[in-house]
C-alpha cells in the first residue's frame, strides 16, 4: 500500500517531467497533423512520465491528482501538441470521476489500473450519436446486454484500450447508462472518417458496434433520469479541462510569436520587430489575454478542489471566455506576423487550426449564454 508521502512523490516526479515530455511532443506535431497519424510515441511519454494516470485516486494507490493539477498538466500538453492533449484528458477525467464516484466495479477498474502498470490504457466515454441514423442501443442477452449502433466524433478510437458507451435499452420503459467496452471486443469496428481541419491526430474516428456483448457487471447506472449532481460535477472537470488544452495551444502560439518578432528583422528597420512599441504593445495584448484566461482556469479549479458548490456552474462560461480569449489570441498573432503566419513550414498556422477545431468540444455558445443569462435573471429579487 502506497504511503501519501509516496503518492505525492509521484505526483511531483509526473509534474517535473513535463518540460521533456512537451518537447518530444513539440518535435513530432507537425509530422501527426500532416499526416492524421496517431501519435503513440506521444501517449507512449505521456504514459511513461506517470501523466496519463495522474488523476487515480489515492485510495487506489495513485498520486491523486486535483483538478487544478490536471489543468496545469494539459495546458502544458497542449503547447506541446493539443491533440496528445486533448486524448490524455478523457483518460484523465475519466480517472478522476471514479476516485469520486466509484462507478466503475472493483474488478474491472482493478484490470484498468493493471494494464496502465504495462502500458498506455486509454479511456473514453463514447456519448455522441450521429446526427443521421439510430443511436446506439442496447438489447437484453440472457443476464448481459448486446450493443448495436454508432458513435462518432469518439477521440482516440483506434487506441482505445476500453469504450465507455452511453446507450439506451430496448426496454419498455427505456433506460440510458454506460456500458463498458473492451477496444479489441469481436463486433467493434472503428470507421476511421476522422479528416479535420485541426486536431487532426487525435482519431476522433466513428465506432461501430454490432452486436457487441456486454456482461451485467460491466454496464453502470442505468436509470431513466440522469443524477444531476454527478453530471455536473463531471461537466465541470470536462469544461476546465479541455478549456485548458486550448490554454495550451494559446500560449503555443505566443511562444512562437515571440520568438518570429525576436529575430526577424527588415533590412529597411536593422532591428527585430519586437523592439518597435507596436508589436511590444501588441504582444502585451495577447500576454494580458492569456494571463486572464489563466487566473480564470487556476481560480476556478482550485475552488472545485476546495469542494465550493458555486464554482461548479461557473465552468461552462469560463470554458467560453478562455476558449475565445485563445481564438482570438492566436489570430492576432497570425496578424502580426503575415504571410509567415499562415505558412506549412511554421505552426503557427497548425496552432489557428487546432485552436478554431477546439470549439467542437465545448458546449454551443448559445446553449451556454442563455444558461448563464437564466441564472443571473433567476437571482432577480424585486424591491419592495
Same mark, same amino acid.
Given at each position: 500500500?502506497?504511503?501519501?508521502?509516496?503518492?505525492?512523490?509521484?505526483?511531483?516526479?509526473?509534474?517535473?517531467?513535463?518540460?521533456?515530455?512537451?518537447?518530444?511532443?513539440?518535435?513530432?506535431?507537425?509530422?501527426?497533423?500532416?499526416?492524421?497519424?496517431?501519435?503513440?510515441?506521444?501517449?507512449?511519454?505521456?504514459?511513461?512520465? *506517470?501523466?496519463?494516470?495522474?488523476?487515480?485516486?489515492?485510495?487506489?494507490?495513485?498520486?491523486?491528482?486535483?483538478?487544478?493539477?490536471?489543468?496545469?498538466?494539459?495546458?502544458?500538453?497542449?503547447?506541446?501538441?493539443?491533440?496528445?492533449?486533448?486524448?490524455?484528458?478523457?483518460t484523465l477525467l475519466l480517472h478522476a470521476?471514479?476516485?469520486?464516484?466509484?462507478?466503475?466495479?472493483?474488478?474491472?477498474?482493478?484490470?484498468?489500473?493493471?494494464?496502465?502498470?504495462?502500458?498506455?490504457?486509454?479511456?473514453?466515454?463514447?456519448?455522441?450519436?450521429?446526427?443521421?441514423?439510430?443511436?446506439?442501443?442496447?438489447?437484453?442477452? *440472457?443476464?448481459?446486454?448486446?450493443?448495436?449502433?454508432?458513435?462518432?466524433?469518439?477521440?482516440?478510437?483506434?487506441?482505445?484500450?476500453?469504450?465507455?458507451?452511453?446507450?439506451?435499452?430496448?426496454?419498455?420503459?427505456?433506460?440510458?447508462?454506460?456500458?463498458?467496452?473492451?477496444?479489441?471486443?469481436?463486433?467493434?469496428?472503428?470507421?476511421?472518417?476522422?479528416?479535420?481541419?485541426?486536431?487532426?491526430?487525435?482519431?476522433?474516428?466513428?465506432?461501430?458496434?454490432?452486436?457487441?456483448?456486454?456482461?451485467?457487471?460491466?454496464?453502470?447506472?442505468?436509470?431513466?433520469?440522469?443524477?444531476?449532481?454527478?453530471?455536473?460535477?463531471?461537466?465541470?472537470?470536462?469544461?476546465?479541462?479541455?478549456?485548458?488544452?486550448?490554454?495550451?495551444?494559446?500560449?503555443?502560439?505566443?511562444?512562437?510569436?515571440?520568438?518570429?518578432?525576436?529575430?526577424?528583422?527588415?533590412?529597411?528597420? *536593422?532591428?527585430?520587430?519586437?523592439?518597435?512599441?507596436?508589436?511590444?504593445?501588441?504582444?502585451?495584448?495577447?500576454?494580458?489575454?492569456?494571463?486572464?484566461?489563466?487566473?480564470?482556469?487556476?481560480?476556478?479549479?482550485?475552488?472545485?478542489?476546495?469542494?465550493?458548490?458555486?464554482?461548479?456552474?461557473?465552468?461552462?462560461?469560463?470554458?467560453?471566455?478562455?476558449?475565445?480569449?485563445?481564438?482570438?489570441?492566436?489570430?492576432?498573432?497570425?496578424?502580426l506576423t503575415g504571410s509567415p503566419g499562415?505558412?506549412?513550414?511554421?505552426?503557427?498556422?497548425?496552432?489557428?487550426?487546432?485552436?478554431?477545431?477546439?470549439?467542437?468540444?465545448?458546449?454551443?455558445e448559445d446553449a451556454v449564454l442563455q444558461?448563464?443569462?437564466?441564472?443571473?435573471?433567476?437571482?432577480?429579487?424585486?424591491?419592495?
Open positions: 500500500m502506497s504511503t501519501v508521502t509516496d503518492e505525492t512523490s509521484s505526483l511531483d516526479a509526473a509534474i517535473a517531467g513535463l518540460p521533456r515530455v512537451v518537447d518530444l511532443l513539440t518535435a513530432r506535431a507537425e509530422e501527426h497533423d500532416r499526416d492524421a497519424t496517431f501519435p503513440y510515441q506521444g501517449i507512449e511519454a505521456v504514459h511513461e512520465a *506517470g501523466l496519463l494516470t495522474l488523476t487515480v485516486h489515492r485510495r487506489y494507490g495513485g498520486p491523486g491528482g486535483t483538478l487544478s493539477d490536471t489543468v496545469r498538466v494539459l495546458a502544458e500538453l497542449g503547447r506541446g501538441d493539443a491533440s496528445v492533449a486533448l486524448v490524455t484528458a478523457f470521476e471514479q476516485g469520486r464516484t466509484s462507478g466503475w466495479p472493483a474488478g474491472l477498474y482493478r484490470r484498468l489500473l493493471n494494464e496502465s502498470r504495462r502500458g498506455p490504457a486509454l479511456v473514453n466515454t463514447l456519448a455522441a450519436d450521429p446526427v443521421e441514423g439510430p443511436p446506439a442501443l442496447a438489447r437484453r442477452e *440472457g443476464d448481459g446486454w448486446l450493443l448495436t449502433g454508432r458513435k462518432t466524433c469518439c477521440t482516440g478510437a483506434e487506441a482505445l484500450a476500453w469504450m465507455a458507451v452511453r446507450a439506451t435499452t430496448d426496454e419498455p420503459v427505456p433506460r440510458t447508462g454506460t456500458f463498458l467496452v473492451r477496444g479489441e471486443s469481436a463486433g467493434v469496428e472503428v470507421d476511421p472518417v476522422w479528416d479535420q481541419l485541426g486536431l487532426r491526430a487525435s482519431a476522433g474516428h466513428d465506432v461501430l458496434f454490432t452486436d457487441v456483448y456486454v456482461p451485467p457487471e460491466a454496464v453502470l447506472d442505468l436509470r431513466t433520469e440522469p443524477d444531476p449532481v454527478a453530471t455536473g460535477l463531471c461537466a465541470a472537470w470536462r469544461d476546465l479541462a479541455l478549456a485548458a488544452v486550448q490554454l495550451g495551444v494559446g500560449r503555443a502560439a505566443q511562444d512562437w510569436l515571440v520568438r518570429f518578432l525576436s529575430q526577424r528583422t527588415p533590412a529597411n528597420l *536593422g532591428e527585430p520587430l519586437g523592439t518597435l512599441p507596436r508589436y511590444r504593445a501588441a504582444v502585451g495584448e495577447l500576454e494580458s489575454a492569456l494571463i486572464g484566461a489563466e487566473e480564470l482556469l487556476g481560480g476556478l479549479a482550485a475552488r472545485i478542489d476546495a469542494g465550493d458548490p458555486a464554482a461548479v456552474g461557473r465552468t461552462g462560461p469560463v470554458q467560453l471566455l478562455v476558449t475565445r480569449a485563445v481564438i482570438e489570441s492566436v489570430q492576432q498573432a497570425v496578424t499562415l505558412s506549412r513550414r511554421h505552426p503557427l498556422e497548425r496552432y489557428l487550426r487546432d485552436a478554431l477545431s477546439g470549439r467542437m468540444h465545448c458546449p454551443a444558461e448563464a443569462g437564466r441564472a443571473a435573471l433567476a437571482r432577480f429579487r424585486p424591491r419592495g
